[in-house]
């Protein structure tokens, strides 16, 4: 892409922070915002020159680095938000999904899947559901949260069988596609798409991509692999 965008890299650990800037600067788009200081003022410097891109380092930050991460979404929806841990599990995966964090990565990750992942997020992209193919517990768990949230847990034995191009299209929206790239995979148009996509949520009676595939995978229409 060739639009620059701002990246702000957050971690307790110095050398890990300007490592990861390293590895992100071989990218001519991308520019970094000035690291805050990880104490009470952290919010407040986001505010004032918010980021198209938050790399938060979750180990060790004081205030529970999930938590800094929740709240900078939260006061900067905009954000794209990217996770990086050292033991990637189920139940910080679902913490990350609460925070509506756009990926979820390995620290030991390569630059070159972290400078992928970050070009995606700055998208639009949404690389986070693509791990919830693979890790079917912690959609059961998401699904059980929206659950709680809606009147949908009744409404399940409803829920209307998709189309086979539906289908096709739940599989590339899990897989972290816009309505742009699944329109020039399957060469039809964007607008297409977009009506398919209406359709897909109202048949699951989800509100959000991210919700239909949840409910896709616990109704086996999409395959786990």
């Given at each position: 892409?060739?639009?620059?965008?701002?990246?702000?890299?957050?971690?307790?650990?110095?050398?890990?922070?300007?490592?990861?800037?390293?590895?992100?600067?071989?990218?001519?788009?991308?520019?970094?915002s000035?690291?805050?200081?990880?104490?009470?003022?952290?919010?407040?410097?986001?505010?004032?020159?918010?980021?198209?891109?938050?790399?938060?380092?979750?180990?060790?930050?004081?205030?529970?680095?999930?938590?800094?991460a929740?709240?900078?979404?939260?006061?900067?929806?905009?954000?794209?938000?990217?996770?990086?841990?050292?033991?990637?599990?189920?139940?910080?995966?679902?913490?990350?999904?609460?925070?509506?964090?756009?990926?979820?990565?390995d620290?030991?990750?390569?630059?070159?899947?972290?400078?992928?992942?970050v070009?995606?997020?700055?998208?639009?992209?949404?690389?986070i559901?693509?791990?919830?193919?693979?890790?079917?517990?912690?959609?059961?768990?998401?699904?059980?949260?929206f659950?709680?949230?809606?009147?949908?847990?009744e409404?399940?034995?409803?829920?209307?069988?998709?189309?086979?191009?539906?289908?096709?299209?739940?599989?590339?929206?899990?897989?972290?596609?816009?309505?742009k790239?699944?329109?020039?995979?399957?060469?039809?148009?964007?607008?297409?798409?977009?009506?398919?996509v209406?359709?897909?949520?109202?048949?699951?009676?989800?509100?959000?991509?991210?919700?239909?595939?949840?409910?896709g995978?616990?109704?086996?229409?999409?395959?786990?692999?």
């Open positions: 892409m060739n639009d620059k965008f701002q990246v702000l890299v957050l971690s307790r650990q110095i050398l890990f922070r300007r490592g990861v800037e390293y590895a992100l600067s071989q990218a001519t788009e991308v520019q970094f000035a690291a805050p200081e990880l104490n009470d003022e952290v919010l407040s410097s986001i505010d004032s020159l918010p980021p198209d891109v938050a790399v938060v380092d979750i180990d060790g930050i004081a205030d529970n680095g999930l938590t800094l929740r709240r900078i979404k939260q006061r900067s929806p905009s954000i794209a938000l990217i996770m990086l841990a050292t033991n990637l599990n189920d139940s910080q995966l679902f913490q990350a999904l609460k925070g509506q964090a756009s990926a979820y990565l620290k030991d990750v390569t630059s070159e899947v972290l400078l992928d992942t070009r995606r997020v700055a998208r639009g992209e949404h690389p559901n693509e791990s919830l193919t693979a890790r079917p517990k912690v959609a059961e768990q998401v699904l059980q949260q659950q709680e949230l809606s009147w949908r847990s409404a399940e034995a409803f829920i209307s069988p998709l189309t086979a191009r539906e289908t096709q299209i739940l599989n590339f929206i899990a897989r972290g596609y816009l309505n790239q699944i329109a020039a995979e399957l060469a039809i148009s964007e607008q297409t798409i977009k009506n398919h209406t359709s897909i949520l109202r048949k699951l009676n989800a509100n959000a991509r991210t919700e239909a595939v949840v409910v995978i616990r109704q086996g229409l999409i395959t786990i692999t």
